[in-house]
């Protein structure tokens, strides 16, 4: 691996996206792929199984809030700095649906100091909007990347 003062933006997003991936089991336990990481963005896709349903026959929308969650993850710790959420909130708008392929696009809306906002779409297969996710972080001692 080139160091890190030789690394572009793209390179050091997609660095600490490798490096937050090998320790997130409940991303790669749900299925989740992530389809893209930039700096401040990232986009994950999961298909909805029957295991994710609830009692109407939808997706549980704890699902799609842990969907939105990691996407809003990948996006505010793609800079070399640890972060993690401090509040969260979500805003379903349609239902999942069993066998719908879901994608969550993170966008960094504000970086300011230690802190971050983040807006996170979830999408279907057709393009239909299924919720909007809005994170806050906070960067932590650590980062993703040696310095050395």
Not at 29 to 44: C, D, K, S
Not at 117 to 145: P, S
Request: proline residues 3%; glycine residues 10%; neutral net charge.
């Amino acid at each position: 691996m080139k160091p890190l003062s030789a690394m572009t933006p793209q390179e050091i997003a997609e660095a600490s996206a490798r490096s937050l991936w090998e320790g997130d089991t409940a991303t790669q336990e749900l299925g989740m792929r992530l389809e893209a990481v930039g700096p401040g963005t990232a986009t994950i896709s999961m298909t909805i199984t029957a295991a994710m349903s609830n009692g109407h026959g939808t997706c549980h929308g704890g699902y799609l809030f842990t969907l939105a969650d990691s996407a809003f993850a990948f996006a505010c710790n793609s800079r070399n700095q640890h972060a993690v959420a401090q509040h969260c909130s979500i805003t379903y708008l349609l239902p999942g649906r069993i066998g719908d392929r879901l994608t969550a696009q993170a966008v960094e809306v504000s970086r300011q100091g230690r802190s971050g906002i983040y807006d996170v779409r979830i999408t279907n297969q057709d393009g239909q909007h299924l919720a909007e996710f809005r994170g806050h972080c906070r960067t932590i001692k650590g980062t993703h990347i040696p310095e050395g």
